[in-house]
């Protein structure tokens, strides 16, 4: 391990497949986290182009790339924690949307 994530010397240095028992059903089914595509319950966010992990090697952050068609309207790039999934299926991610809709959020007045 080092800062920058794990350093492998090359390739000889990694498990067959078939030598990783306890893994194999995860393996039978050939899951791919990048290029997943990422919604919400109302709308497309867009799809995995990278991801990040922690020490105990849990996928912390999905990097999701935006539409090329929405790249004008907004940033081409989401974070999105491992606490904001809700579901992963074969064809999509289902995160919670983190936006709230004009008029659902009740005006908070900042003490004087």
Known sequence: ?????????????????????????????KFQLIGKSVKTKRRKIGKVNDFSYNDGMFVQKLYVSTPIVKLLASTDTHLIDRTQIIEITDNYILVSDTEVPAGAEEMVTAPA
């Open 1 to 29: 391990m080092t800062p920058q994530g794990i350093a492998i010397d090359g390739e000889h240095d990694l498990s067959a497949p078939a030598e990783l028992v306890r893994h194999k059903e995860i393996l039978d089914i």
